[in-house]
């Protein structure tokens, strides 16, 4: 890949952007203020802003490999707490994708190094749906599922946390789980009944 190309990219799409608002780049400057929080996989095929169709200042974006929330990645943590804190996002996203190589990479008993400990959580996601998976014959159709139920256990990630319960109790903080469908193009809402999960877990993870 010639890197050129980039800055050549860059300089056409300054260009476009100002021939549509000439003040784009100067309120761009002003500050932030999304209404978004999506956390998605670093994988390349997944971009972010592009398939939702959304511009510069609209989604506050965090990735990792296969769309985790580790209740202890600092990572992770600080862009939650920053925004839905300080920024007040209506929405967290947990967007997944099939064909996501982490989590196939969790199914394999090869030994990664460090990735070990970071697809161990997927490897618990595992544990916890082993029955609803194990009764799945297709492979791609498990991986499939897997990938749905890593992005609804994340979600559940999210509701462990202080700054996502506090916001979801005083100003009705929405969380999504969502799924990429990399084969179509497609942007699939999981429809995770979230009410019904928090009853069956406030009880053990409720911070006041
Ligand atoms: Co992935």
């Given at each position: 890949?010639?890197?050129?190309?980039?800055?050549?990219n860059?300089?056409?799409?300054?260009?476009?952007?100002?021939?549509?608002?000439?003040?784009?780049?100067?309120?761009?400057?002003?500050?932030?203020q999304?209404?978004l929080?999506?956390?998605?996989?670093?994988d390349?095929?997944?971009t972010?802003?592009?398939?939702?169709?959304l511009?510069?200042?609209?989604?506050?974006?965090?990735?990792?490999?296969?769309?985790?929330?580790?209740?202890?990645?600092?990572?992770?943590?600080?862009v939650?707490?920053?925004?839905?804190e300080?920024l007040?996002?209506g929405?967290?996203?947990?967007?997944?994708?099939?064909?996501c190589?982490?989590?196939k990479?969790?199914?394999q008993?090869?030994?990664?190094?460090?990735?070990?400990?970071?697809?161990r959580?997927?490897?618990?996601?595992?544990?916890?749906?082993?029955?609803?998976l194990?009764?799945?014959?297709?492979?791609?159709?498990?991986?499939?599922?897997l990938?749905?139920?890593?992005?609804?256990e994340?979600?559940?990630?999210?509701?462990?946390?202080?700054?996502?319960?506090?916001?979801?109790?005083?100003?009705?903080?929405k969380?999504?789980?969502?799924?990429?469908?990399?084969?179509?193009?497609?942007?699939?809402?999981?429809?995770?009944?979230?009410?019904?999960?928090?009853?069956?877990?406030?009880?053990?993870?409720?911070l006041?």
């Amino acid at each position: 890949m010639n890197l050129d190309k980039v800055f050549q990219n860059n300089e056409k799409w300054i260009k476009e952007k100002i021939a549509l608002n000439a003040n784009y780049f100067d309120d761009l400057g002003k500050g932030q203020q999304p209404e978004l929080l999506y956390i998605g996989c670093s994988d390349s095929r997944v971009t972010a802003e592009d398939l939702m169709g959304l511009g510069p200042g609209e989604v506050f974006v965090h990735r990792n490999i296969a769309n985790m929330v580790c209740g202890t990645d600092l990572n992770a943590m600080s862009v939650i707490e920053y925004a839905v804190e300080h920024l007040k996002v209506g929405h967290v996203v947990v967007c997944g994708h099939y064909a996501c190589g982490g989590v196939k990479a969790a199914m394999q008993s090869a030994d990664l190094g460090i990735l070990n400990p970071w697809l161990r959580n997927i490897r618990d996601v595992y544990r916890i749906h082993n029955q609803e998976l194990n009764a799945i014959d297709c492979e791609e159709k498990k991986y499939d599922r897997l990938v749905e139920l890593n992005v609804q256990e994340q979600c559940i990630n999210l509701m462990k946390t202080s700054a996502v319960q506090k916001a979801y109790r005083e100003r009705g903080l929405k969380v999504h789980g969502w799924v990429f469908d990399v084969h179509s193009g497609r942007l699939i809402d999981l429809n995770i009944d979230f009410d019904t999960i928090l009853d069956k877990i406030r009880e053990i993870y409720h911070l006041d």
